[in-house]
């Protein structure tokens, strides 16, 4: 069995909890309060730059040339997407700009930036894979399942479900797997750590909106 077969089976009981989140029940169908969503693009544009620079230390890591191609143009898309979220979200759903980092985004961002620049390139590039795989799969099925009504978050629905985010998760998992075979039974174990604790992240990211969270003091 490929290594994403593997780690894809092991989170589902995550990804089965990730569906059943009160955020992405209201974001399908189009009841998510705003100032939520609000919180979300917030948390989710410092989330991108972090997710970016992370990307770029695995391009610069990367062992083979097309590896280097590849998450530097992942960097690049993240980057693209955060420049939209300022250019359109930003002004449409009228959200502030000045945002203190939440815990979360605080947590995941770190764990990113550190994993790729510490830990071994293989693993850092199984850490980041949530990222393409969960937002993927996610978006799919917040598409398939929205409601006729006229959704406030059809836009954002959009970015995630399309044939041009499609493109680049399949890379990063077709790399996942290259690399994979590369590694020892106990190196792909630790990409499955990472793939695994990234995906728990991905759920915090979603439930800290849900709740507002902020830092006590
Ligand atoms: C938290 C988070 N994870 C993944 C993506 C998609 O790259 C995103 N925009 N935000």
């Not at 780690?7 to 089965?16: A, D, G, H, V």
């Not at 993240?78 to 930003?90: G, R, Y």
């Not at 945002?99 to 947590?107: A, F, G, M, R």
């Not at 629905?157 to 106990?186: H, K, M, P, W």
Request: aromatic residues 14%; hydrophobic residues 40%; negative net charge.
């Amino acid at each position: 069995m490929k290594w994403s077969e593997t780690t894809w089976r092991r989170i589902q009981p995550i990804y089965s909890k990730i569906l059943d989140m009160p955020f992405i029940k209201q974001l399908t169908d189009g009841s998510l309060p705003l100032e939520q969503f609000q919180y979300y693009i917030r948390q989710d544009s410092a989330y991108l730059e972090n997710f970016g620079r992370a990307l770029s230390l695995i391009a610069a890591r990367a062992h083979e040339v097309e590896d280097i191609l590849s998450f530097s143009r992942f960097a690049e898309g993240a980057i693209v997407v955060e420049n939209a979220l300022h250019e359109s979200f930003f002004k449409e759903y009228n959200i502030e700009k000045n945002t203190e980092i939440s815990p979360v985004t605080h947590h995941y961002t770190h764990y990113l930036k550190s994993t790729a620049a510490l830990d071994q390139v293989e693993v850092a590039m199984a850490a980041v894979l949530p990222c393409f795989w969960i937002y993927k799969a996610v978006g799919d099925v917040i598409y398939n399942n929205q409601s006729d009504l006229e959704n406030p978050y059809k836009k954002w629905i959009e970015t995630y479900s399309g044939e041009e985010f499609e493109i680049l998760v399949n890379q990063a998992i077709n790399t996942c797997d290259r690399v994979a075979a590369t590694c020892t039974t106990a190196q792909q174990e630790r990409m499955h750590e990472a793939f695994l604790a990234a995906t728990k992240l991905e759920f915090m990211f979603w439930d800290s909106a849900s709740n507002l969270r902020k830092w006590p003091f």
